[in-house]
Structure formats: structure tokens, C-alpha cells
């Protein structure tokens, strides 16, 4: 272990930058600068540290030794960069850099209010998740896991209307004080039990466990297992992890570069490393498995079961909830909340490799989500489309933007050559290792990725094979069940007796009333009665129509909508304030490189390519390696090893 000042100088650059940032709001330019300056500086201090990590040397600065002062009694502030904190903080740091020209091209492209403030606290947040990443201790950690839930609530809540006020609010109960809460108790559990064994708290990590913990645990099993559930729980809540997981989808009221920093970069991904920590560096595979539950009616039951069965749950069951999402954003919710569980599950598993693919998920899953996120993003800021109902045949207004979403969405369902196929595949390997209960875990993966599949595949197929005036129902993927009163189908029909998605027909007896599944706001604007109510309820943008106005030019919901939207909306998919799909004669065919700003394409197409080169040159990917040397240090030999040994034998020598 080495003493460097690189840890601190690492989280300290995005810190200088707000200071910067706000003193440059009157010049937008070199505003924006600084945050893409710090972006750069950030990684290449990190990247600086990389190749002596890889080779086995950890840089340590601490406060106690640099200035003498005690942080917490018996338990020093410090910052290390090890293999699994440089892991995160390397993705995290070189995502900020394209995700600082994708925010600029975003908000200058909607001339969004309070720019400075975003970018002041979009730096706070990369800021906090790095100190997360390099945090050497539990203390150090919880403190910038606090701090992260702080300072992204400004984002949360930027657009300062009532929906993202209560998003917010409802942020910080869940992040704030509950994950922090569920942390902070786990946290002095810890404390207490590794006091009654060393004399002196021990709190710092270590590979394969902690020594003092694990001696503790045998003489207070149960205060063991309750801390490990308590730590799971607080970290559990970043990580959406059913039932801790609403806020997630209600957070997407906040502009989309921040959607991309709470999905794939920081927030949530610092859950999934605070889980990681607690599995690898805290408890071990080896405690783990040598501290069961006794559960009735079942006998003695691994500590990693029980969090294996809720992330299989909850990557179901979210997966499920996600292809009844018409709004794009709130599908891609979801469907982060389904991607995470399977990080969560990987290392629940114990085995090495299955350990492997979810670390590797980590990155895989950032690069592919960051580019559905963007692709969303720039379809808002082009055609304020946010709806999939009203995206039929926008591919040839945006080809790029919906290429990249196709190679986003291929890599979420775990389609080769993308990251996303490798990691699954190390976990589908790691669950076949372990037999046994195993294998349903094995099977939740695969169901999930047939149900991914099942949700991207029609925003897919609506942009690229179908076009505005004609173009499919979808009600079991989309849709409230039975469909839609309304209906675009062709006014000719003379079949009453059947409705256009196989339902019933109108309760009017019209032959144009079908329950028909699309939304209240028909993208190909054929039915003249949709037509017209589309009409009337979207003019008057000036606060008349049933519309108000922030003073900055955003409209919003007020609130009042008819009994039928009621109806319609009870699935709260749906705004009162839609002015996206085609315009009169469709949609426009676009050159890739004219169908936005280069600020927007280039971290799209970037990043996009990124999620390929991840899937198809794997072990040249610095991740992949990072991994396996992770997993390494864990069970205490080299990974070519790991596939032979029988897990029994492994954990033995890791308690050992």
C-alpha cells in the first residue's frame, strides 16, 4: 500500500469545478468548458493510477497521517484506489466527459432555466461517486453516499414543477434517509461487533472479508447476519431492489442527461458497488456461506440466498412492469431497475465467475443504458416525442439516434456481440457451477432476457418498420388491458362484431369506437376525431388551452383532465401535456449527421460503440481484466484456477 495524494485529487477536481463553474454563469461557453475540463482531469488522474492497481499496488491518502486529525473514534476519513474502487471510478469519470457535451447540446437545445446549477451540481455528483468508488472504509463511504443523495436532488427536482418536487421529495425519503438510515445502522453493527473481538473497531475492507468480522461472527451470529441485511438494505435502495425501488421511475421528471447520470454512471451504480463492497470486501464469500440462516420448515440457509431471491424477483417483476410503459423513458425505468438486479444476483451467487459477469455488468450496462438514454434524450429535444405510440417510423427522421437505441436495447437482452451477452453468459456459467436452487436463478436470467426483448423490441420495430399512417397495436405490451377506447382503423369496416385488436367492439355501436390500443393521442393523427381532440387539447400553448407556462417556456400539466383521460391514464403512464409525434405529412427523412447537434451525436455514436467494442474484444477490455483480477484477490488464486475448484473448497480456503 502506497501513500498518494491522487485518491483525494481525484474526487477534489469536479469539487474546484463547481466553484468554477458558478463563477462563469454569465459565459455559457467557458461555463461548460470547466465541466468538460474537469471530466478530463478526473480521468486522466484516475487512468494515471491504473497500470500500478493492475499490477497489485493500492494508493492510499488518509487524514489521520496527512494532518493529524481523527475523523470518528478509532476510525480514520480515508480514500484508496484499489482494483474495485478504480473499476468504478474509471467508468465513471469517462462517461462524465462524454455525458458533459451530451448535457450542453441538451440544455442548450431546450434553453432550459438554472443551466449553472445543473452543471455546478452534475460536478458535485461525479464528485461524491468517486469518493464512493475510492472510500476505504464503511465510515468513508457512507459519508459520500449521503453526500451523492444530497447533492443530486437539485437534478432530481430541476424543472421545479409540483411532479418534480414530489419526485424529489420522494428521492430523498427513499436515498437519503432511508438508505442511509438502513447504512448507518448496519454501519455501527460492524463497529460494535469487530470492537468486541480486536479491542478497536475495524471497519476497513479487505479482500475476501473482514478478519475481525468473520471471528466476531461466530460468537454473535445473529448481530452478523442482521448487519449484513441492514448494509444490503441501505445500499439495496440506490441499487432498486424491490420494494425500496419507486423512486427510480418517478425520478425521470428530471432533463434526461441527469435520467443518464442516475441510471448508468453514478446513483444507481453506486448501490451496486456498495452491494459488491459488502459480498467481497466486507462479509466474503466465505462468511457468507458459513453463517446460515435457520429457517423454518427449510433448515440452514445461505445469507446470500435470501438477496439472490429478491434480485431474481425484482428483475422479473420489473421487466414485466416495463413493457407496460408507453412512456420511453419510464420504460428504460424500469428496465434499469430489471439490469441492476442482475448485478445484485451475479454476486449473490458466490461463484467467481458468476461474480465476474457482475462486475463486467457494471460497465456493460452503463455504456448500453447511457445510449438508450441519450437516443431518448435526443428524440425529446428534436420532436418532443417522449411516447412510443408516437414514434412510428421515426427512424427516418433520426436513423443514428434509433441505430444506437437498436444496439442499446440489443445489449440490455444480452444479444452478441454486445457487453451485455458476455456478462450474462459468465453468470449463466457461474449459477451452472453452483447446481442445485442455482439453476433458478439461472432460469430468472433467461426469462428476463426473453422479457427485454419483449419491451425494446417494439420501440424497435415501431421507428424502423412501420410508418405514421399505418402501424400495429400492441395492448399486451403497451397498453392498459383490452386496449384503448380509440381507434385509427379504417372507418370502412363494416365488422362489428370484432374490434381491431381482437377485443370488443364500441359501446356506441360506431364502427371507428374500437378498443383500440393506442394512445389518446394517435401518432398518425388519421381518425378525424382524434385528430381534432388532439388539436384542441394541445393549442393555446400560452396558458388558455389547458396549459401553463413556467415563465421560461416549458409547458405543463395543470392537472384537469376529462373522466375518459381518467380512464385512461389510472396506470400514471401518462401526462396531459404531449405535443410529440409526426408532424402533418410525417416525418421528415434526415441525413444521420443533420438529424441533431454534433454535441448530441457524437457521445451518442461514442458510447454506442463502446457497448459493441465491450462485447466483442472482451479480454482486451481494461473491465474485463479489472474483474477477473478482482475475483482473484477474493478467493486467493488465479482466475484460470477458479473454474476447477469445487465451491465448497474455495470458500473453505477464503474463510481459511
Not at 470518528?72 to 466527459?97: M, N, V, Y
Not at 424491490?242 to 435520467?259: E, I, N
Request: charged share 15%.
Amino acid at each position: 500500500m502506497v501513500a498518494d495524494i491522487r485518491p483525494l485529487a481525484a474526487v477534489l477536481v469536479s469539487a474546484v469545478a463547481i466553484v468554477l463553474i458558478v463563477a462563469s454563469h454569465r459565459r455559457p461557453n467557458l461555463r461548460e468548458g470547466w465541466s468538460v475540463l474537469a471530466a478530463l482531469a478526473k480521468f486522466g488522474i484516475i487512468v494515471s493510477m491504473l497500470p500500478a492497481v493492475m499490477s497489485g499496488t493500492v494508493f492510499r491518502w488518509s487524514l489521520a497521517e496527512s494532518t493529524g486529525i481523527e475523523f470518528l473514534a478509532g476510525i480514520d476519513f480515508a480514500l484508496r484506489a484499489d482494483p474495485l474502487g478504480i473499476f468504478f471510478a474509471l467508468l465513471a469519470s469517462f462517461l462524465w466527459i462524454f455525458t458533459s457535451f451530451y448535457a450542453t447540446g441538451y440544455m442548450r437545445g431546450l434553453d432550459e432555466h438554472a443551466q449553472t446549477r445543473f452543471f455546478a451540481s452534475f460536478a458535485a455528483s461525479l464528485s461524491s461517486a468517486v469518493g464512493i468508488a475510492f472510500a476505504a472504509n464503511l465510515v468513508t463511504i457512507f459519508v459520500f453516499y449521503e453526500l451523492l443523495s444530497l447533492v443530486t436532488y437539485p437534478l432530481v427536482a430541476h424543472n421545479e414543477d409540483d411532479e418534480a418536487r414530489i419526485a424529489g421529495r420522494k428521492y430523498l425519503t427513499y436515498t437519503f434517509f432511508g438508505g442511509g438510515v438502513f447504512l448507518l445502522a448496519g454501519t455501527a453493527m460492524i463497529y460494535w461487533l469487530t470492537s468486541t473481538v480486536t479491542g478497536g473497531p475495524t471497519l476497513a475492507f479487505e479482500a475476501g472479508g473482514m478478519d475481525a468480522l468473520a471471528a466476531a461472527a461466530q460468537a454473535e451470529p445473529i448481530y452478523a447476519q442482521a448487519a449484513f441485511f441492514l448494509l444490503i438494505a441501505g445500499f439495496g435502495v440506490k441499487a432498486a431492489l424491490m420494494p425500496l425501488h419507486s423512486w427510480l421511475a418517478d425520478a425521470m421528471v428530471a432533463p434526461t442527461p441527469v435520467s443518464g447520470l442516475l441510471h448508468a454512471v453514478a446513483v444507481v451504480k453506486s448501490g451496486a458497488f456498495g452491494i459488491a463492497r459488502v459480498i467481497l470486501e466486507v462479509y466474503g464469500p466465505g462468511l457468507i456461506h458459513d453463517l446460515p440462516l435457520d429457517v423454518p420448515l427449510v433448515g440452514d440457509v445461505g445469507l446470500n440466498i435470501p438477496v439472490a431471491i429478491v434480485a431474481a424477483f425484482t428483475l422479473t417483476a420489473a421487466s414485466i412492469i416495463a413493457m407496460r410503459k408507453d412512456h420511453l423513458k419510464r420504460r428504460l425505468a424500469y428496465s434499469t431497475t430489471a439490469q441492476l438486479s442482475y448485478i445484485v444476483l451475479g454476486l449473490s451467487m458466490l461463484h467467481p465467475y458468476a461474480i465476474v459477469g457482475a462486475l463486467f455488468h457494471i460497465p456493460a450496462h452503463a455504456f448500453a443504458k447511457l445510449t438508450l438514454f441519450f437516443c431518448a434524450g435526443s428524440i425529446h429535444v428534436e420532436t418532443h416525442t417522449d411516447y412510443i405510440s408516437e414514434m412510428a417510423g421515426i427512424g427516418k427522421r433520426m436513423p443514428l439516434t434509433m441505430t444506437a437505441f437498436t444496439v442499446g436495447a440489443a445489449g440490455m437482452a444480452g444479444v452478441p456481440p454486445i457487453a451485455g451477452f458476455v456478462s450474462k453468459f459468465y453468470m449463466l456459467i457461474g449459477a451452472g457451477y453452483m447446481g442445485g436452487e442455482y439453476w433458478l436463478f439461472a432460469g430468472a436470467l433467461l426469462l428476463s432476457a426473453v422479457l427485454n426483448i419483449a419491451y425494446f423490441w417494439p420501440v424497435v420495430y415501431t421507428a424502423f418498420f412501420e410508418s405514421e399512417d399505418r402501424h400495429d397495436a400492441k395492448p399486451l405490451l403497451e397498453f392498459p388491458r383490452g386496449g384503448l377506447r380509440q381507434s385509427y382503423g379504417p372507418e370502412e369496416s363494416t365488422d362489428e362484431s370484432v374490434a381491431a385488436d381482437g377485443g370488443e367492439p364500441g359501446v356506441d355501436g360506431s364502427e371507428t369506437d374500437y378498443e383500440y390500443a393506442v394512445d389518446r393521442y394517435p401518432s398518425d393523427h388519421s381518425t378525424p376525431e382524434a385528430t381534432a381532440q388532439t388539436h384542441d387539447e394541445n393549442d393555446d400553448r400560452d396558458g388558455t388551452g389547458g396549459h401553463e407556462t413556467d415563465g421560461d417556456g416549458d409547458d405543463h400539466d395543470d392537472g384537469h383532465l376529462g373522466d375518459s383521460v381518467d380512464a385512461i391514464d389510472h396506470h400514471g403512464d401518462h401526462d396531459d401535456s404531449l405535443t410529440g409525434g409526426p408532424p402533418v405529412g410525417g416525418w421528415t427523412r434526415t441525413s444521420p449527421l443533420a438529424e441533431t447537434t454534433w454535441l448530441m451525436l457524437a457521445p451518442i455514436a461514442v458510447i454506442a460503440t463502446g457497448a459493441i467494442v465491450l462485447g466483442v474484444v472482451p479480454d482486451y477490455a481494461v473491465f474485463l481484466e479489472l474483474a477477473t483480477e478482482i475475483v482473484e484477490g477474493v478467493f486467493g488464486m488465479p482466475f484460470e484456477q477458479l473454474g476447477s475448484v469445487p465451491f465448497d473448497q474455495l470458500v473453505s480456503e477464503v474463510t481459511a
